[in-house]
């Protein structure tokens, strides 16, 4: 049933709210500096909300006050009541984000920062679809970007607080918007709760909810619930004197309590189980909290010998937590008079965290089917952070931690029509073209990202809006598929793109072919290879077969250009096939990953060296290594096949960070910030420059440029020549020799 704690800023009838007796409890054990923050804070909060009212025509000074008090019961550090006071001062013409940080610091304004961009959660829940599987798709979609979008789980926490006192508010809303913030609350915010383990919420938040949706059968269940109060509390109050004594006689110090109950969880166990409310064993419940593990399941042994357990009803939650680390033990047992009741077992550290979840480990003094276990796995590396907080002292370690450990492989952006959209971190709009619709991504010309035009190589950022600039004609670049050039992240992207340029004509993909190796050649100074004997080598029968290949996508130029390594830089010393770890498999390359297999490559896509590779274990005949494009590989990698493992190319020498001078000459029509952007793509492929020598010709405003680079490896020459020849300006790049 929803409770709300006895605070003085909830006065009682008739009598107005004690701010004074409230601050100076929240504040008494604060160091003099915490104290004065969260006093200028409120001085600021009133000037600015003095002249407005909440929905309830109280003073709105005391809705930020209540959040703040909401997280002041969490435990929460000083500066999260702080931003909890402030939390809607810059909406207000007069304060900026930047007079927050000049007075209350960097973390505070932060946090303010991060609350204000969380209400685009209304605008994004209300262009949901009304089909309810893709609605539930959509609820689904927001809570994993809402999580992803905050830097610092504490701007969800003052959230979640906002919320709350928002649904504590609900009657004097009219009742069509009572159920619109209500529905909310069911599919963001309490599962939300849940997932950050902070059940204190979570269950007041599921409790309102239920009364304004289904107010008949919450009226009902709470008549039930307090008609049966006092015979209930009475029974439950003999039980806990009775296991109070079995316990103290086995040396067992515990603390053995009636246990509330929530209308939400009786309500949903009805649905999920057909059962009426007399065949409810929990809303009889006792729970024992002790100091260890070991006690817990003494405890449990005590109950069962002293009561008939349930056959069917026992969980442990201890051994198995739940996605969210809950533990405790469960058991349902027949006591006194027949009577079926719940007890549950739990340490007292399993308590707070089952109260305050991810709450309890930021204070800095000190059911869908179709889940995606990935990311749930990844929600639950938040309730390790007890054992984070031990690791790292700094609170800052602590925070960047927590941002690197979660969501960090994967993106969530929207379309323009608010519907969330999942991919790979280091997507680009391209990928999200292709995401969307096949023929969307063939067509894309440009893309926007909040209303401004972006390169097709713009790296998404979470809570991005995209919006995809098309053209009437499929038309997708073989530069697409060019990895150097970054247009795109995903393997289903880039096959589709492949699989289109399949279909065009053969002649137009000798011509287009033709074009992309003698560009190659020309920047590696490879002027007098011969092509026959290239062909041969690629084991193409013809140059037209190869030109083909190179057209289609089915061959790039990197991977021949490979070929050509040692001409390039000098040999390096071979190690012995034996090293762990590594598998020879062809042509003097090895298989980094596969220690003491036996490994082929696959007939299907005829992986060479330098492929993106992956392995896949068979039965009898050891690792067979795959393109990681063949659509057998896709295919695999779509189901989550377990047999698929992790390989990629090793040269037979040694892994060192040997270097080797290699000069390259630029070209170009002289522009102001060219050698800028040159030095820009050398940098950022982290290779150093030794040498630069720059010539300008003033008569045809044309610039030679020589350079010498310490080049580690060819994908590295080969990327930053590709790179250098795609600048505006530039008509020429190539290798020196």
């Given at each position: 049933?929803?409770?709300?704690?006895?605070?003085p800023?909830?006065?009682?009838?008739?009598?107005?709210?004690?701010?004074?007796?409230?601050?100076?409890?929240?504040?008494?054990?604060?160091s003099?500096?915490?104290?004065?923050a969260?006093?200028?804070?409120?001085?600021?909060?009133?000037?600015?909300?003095?002249n407005q009212r909440?929905?309830?025509g109280?003073?709105?000074?005391?809705?930020?006050?209540?959040?703040?008090?909401?997280?002041?019961?969490?435990?929460?550090?000083?500066e999260?009541?702080?931003?909890?006071?402030?939390?809607?001062?810059?909406?207000?013409?007069?304060?900026?984000?930047?007079?927050?940080?000049?007075?209350?610091?960097?973390?505070?304004?932060?946090?303010?920062e991060?609350?204000?961009?969380?209400?685009?959660?209304?605008t994004l829940y209300?262009?949901?679809?009304?089909?309810?599987?893709?609605?539930?798709?959509?609820?689904?979609?927001?809570?994993?970007?809402?999580?992803?979008?905050?830097?610092?789980?504490?701007?969800m926490?003052?959230?979640?607080?906002?919320?709350?006192?928002?649904?504590?508010?609900?009657?004097?809303?009219?009742?069509?918007?009572?159920h619109?913030?209500?529905?909310?609350?069911?599919?963001?915010?309490?599962?939300?709760?849940n997932?950050?383990?902070i059940?204190?919420?979570?269950?007041?938040?599921?409790?309102?909810?239920?009364?304004?949706?289904?107010?008949?059968?919450?009226?009902?269940?709470?008549?039930?619930?307090?008609?049966?109060?006092?015979?209930?509390?009475?029974?439950?109050?003999q039980?806990?004197?009775?296991l109070?004594?079995?316990?103290?006689r086995a040396?067992?110090?515990?603390?053995?309590?009636?246990?509330?109950?929530?209308?939400?969880?009786?309500?949903?166990?009805m649905?999920?189980?057909?059962?009426?409310?007399?065949?409810i064993?929990d809303?009889?419940a006792?729970?024992?909290?002790?100091?260890?593990?070991?006690?817990?399941?003494?405890?449990?042994?005590?109950?069962?010998?002293?009561?008939?357990?349930?056959?069917?009803?026992?969980?442990?939650?201890?051994a198995?937590?739940?996605?969210?680390?809950?533990?405790?033990?469960?058991?349902?047992v027949?006591g006194?008079?027949?009577k079926?009741f719940?007890v549950?077992?739990?340490?007292?550290?399993?308590?707070?965290?089952?109260?305050?979840?991810?709450?309890?480990?930021?204070?800095?003094?000190?059911?869908r089917s179709?889940?995606?276990?990935?990311?749930?796995?990844?929600?639950?590396w938040?309730?390790q952070?007890?054992?984070w907080k031990?690791?790292?002292?700094?609170?800052?370690?602590?925070?960047?931690?927590?941002?690197s450990?979660?969501?960090?492989d994967?993106?969530?952006?929207?379309?323009p029509q608010?519907?969330?959209?999942?991919?790979?971190?280091g997507?680009?709009p391209?990928?999200?073209?292709?995401?969307?619709?096949?023929?969307?991504?063939?067509?894309c010309?440009g893309?926007?990202?909040?209303?401004?035009?972006?390169?097709?190589?713009?790296?998404?950022?979470n809570?991005d809006?995209v919006?995809?600039?098309?053209?009437?004609?499929?038309?997708?670049?073989?530069?697409w598929?060019?990895?150097?050039?970054g247009?795109?992240?995903?393997?289903r992207?880039?096959?589709?793109?492949?699989s289109?340029?399949?279909?065009?004509?053969?002649?137009?993909?000798?011509?287009?072919g033709?074009?992309?190796?003698?560009?190659e050649?020309q920047?590696?100074?490879?002027?007098?290879?011969?092509?026959?004997?290239?062909a041969?080598l690629?084991?193409?029968?013809?140059?037209?077969?190869?030109?083909?290949?190179?057209?289609?996508?089915?061959?790039s130029?990197?991977?021949?250009?490979?070929?050509?390594?040692?001409?390039?830089?000098?040999?390096k010393?071979?190690i012995?096939?034996?090293?762990?770890?590594?598998?020879?498999?062809?042509?003097?390359?090895?298989?980094?990953g596969?220690?003491?297999?036996?490994?082929?490559?696959?007939?299907?896509c005829?992986?060479?060296?330098?492929?993106p590779?992956?392995?896949?274990?068979?039965?009898?005949?050891?690792v067979v290594?795959h393109?990681?494009?063949?659509?057998?590989?896709?295919?695999w990698?779509?189901?989550?096949?377990?047999?698929?493992?992790?390989v990629d190319?090793?040269?037979?020498?040694l892994?060192?960070?040997l270097?080797?001078?290699?000069?390259?000459?630029?070209?170009?029509?002289?522009?102001?910030g060219?050698?800028?952007?040159?030095?820009s793509?050398?940098?950022?492929e982290?290779?150093?420059?030794?040498?630069t020598?720059?010539?300008?010709d003033?008569?045809?405003?044309?610039?030679?440029?020589?350079m010498?680079?310490?080049?580690?490896?060819f994908?590295?020459?080969?990327?930053?020549l590709e790179?250098?020849?795609?600048?505006?300006n530039?008509?020429?790049?190539?290798?020196?020799?």
């Open positions: 049933m929803v409770s709300v704690k006895n605070s800023l909830i006065p009682s009838f008739g009598s107005e709210p004690n701010i004074s007796v409230w601050l100076h409890r929240t504040i008494k054990d604060k003099l500096a915490e104290r004065q969260v006093v200028e804070a409120c001085t600021l909060a009133f000037r600015i909300h003095s909440c929905i309830s109280e003073p709105y000074i005391m809705h930020v006050l209540t959040v703040a008090d909401i997280l002041a019961d969490l435990g929460m550090d000083t999260v009541l702080v931003a909890a006071i402030l939390h809607e001062v810059t909406e207000h013409k007069g304060v900026k984000i930047e007079n927050i940080r000049k007075q209350f610091g960097e973390n505070v304004s932060s946090l303010v991060g609350v204000t961009k969380m209400k685009i959660v209304d209300n262009k949901t679809s009304s089909d309810n599987q893709e609605e539930d798709d959509q609820s689904e979609g927001l809570r994993r970007m809402l999580l992803a979008m905050v830097e610092d789980v504490r701007v926490l003052i959230k979640l607080a906002d919320h709350l006192h928002n649904m504590r508010l609900l009657d004097y809303l009219p009742i069509e918007e009572q619109k913030v209500a529905r909310r609350t069911l599919d963001l915010f309490a599962p939300i709760a997932r950050l383990g059940g204190q919420i979570k269950w007041e938040l599921e409790d309102l909810s239920l009364r304004y949706l289904e107010p008949d059968t919450y009226q009902r269940m709470a008549k039930l619930l307090d008609e049966r109060r006092i015979d209930r509390e009475s029974y439950i109050q039980v806990v004197n009775t109070e004594a079995e316990l103290k040396g067992i110090v515990a603390e053995v309590t009636g246990r509330p109950k929530h209308i939400y969880s009786i309500w949903r166990k649905q999920r189980k057909g059962l009426n409310f007399h065949q064993f809303v009889r006792v729970r024992v909290m002790v100091n260890s593990v070991n006690e817990c399941y003494m405890t449990l042994g005590i109950v069962h010998s002293r009561w008939q357990p349930l056959r069917g009803e026992f969980d442990d939650y201890i198995n937590p739940k996605l969210n680390n809950y533990q405790s033990l469960h058991t349902t027949i006194p008079e027949q079926i719940e549950q077992i739990r340490t007292y550290a399993m308590h707070h965290n089952a109260e305050l979840g991810v709450a309890a480990h930021w204070c800095y003094k000190e059911e179709d889940r995606d276990d990935n990311f749930e796995q990844k929600v639950a938040l309730r952070l007890p054992k031990e690791e790292e002292n700094d609170a800052g370690d602590f925070i960047d931690r927590f941002k450990e979660v969501f960090e994967r993106v969530y952006v929207l379309s608010g519907k969330v959209i999942d991919l790979p971190q997507s680009t391209l990928d999200f073209a292709y995401a969307i619709h096949t023929e969307l991504g063939h067509r010309r893309a926007k990202v909040d209303n401004r035009i972006v390169s097709l190589t713009y790296l998404l950022k809570g809006q919006e995809i600039l098309s053209a009437t004609q499929e038309r997708p670049s073989r530069d598929l060019n990895p150097n050039l247009y795109l992240k995903t393997s992207a880039r096959a589709k793109v492949r289109w340029l399949k279909k065009q004509d053969t002649e137009q993909h000798i011509k287009a033709r074009i992309l190796l003698e560009r050649l920047r590696l100074n490879l002027k007098e290879l011969k092509l026959e004997q290239l041969q690629l084991k193409f029968s013809s140059i037209e077969e190869l030109f083909t290949a190179l057209g289609r996508g089915d061959t130029t990197l991977q021949i250009a490979r070929i050509f390594n040692d001409q390039i830089f000098p040999k010393v071979s012995p096939s034996t090293a762990t770890g590594i598998s020879k498999i062809k042509d003097g390359f090895y298989i980094n596969i220690e003491g297999l036996l490994s082929l490559t696959a007939g299907c005829k992986p060479v060296p330098y492929d590779i992956i392995g896949y274990i068979t039965k009898n005949r050891g290594i393109r990681r494009d063949c659509s057998n590989a896709l295919q990698q779509d189901e989550n096949n377990e047999r698929l493992i992790e190319w090793s040269q037979p020498e892994q060192t960070n270097t080797y001078p290699v000069d390259i000459f630029v070209r170009a029509y002289d522009r102001k060219l050698l800028r952007d040159i030095i793509i050398v940098t950022n982290k290779i150093n420059i030794i040498a020598n720059t010539i300008t003033k008569t045809d405003n044309q610039v030679k440029m020589t010498t680079l310490e080049v580690g490896n994908d590295q020459l080969s990327r930053v790179k250098i020849d795609n600048l505006t530039v008509t020429e790049v190539s290798r020196k020799i």
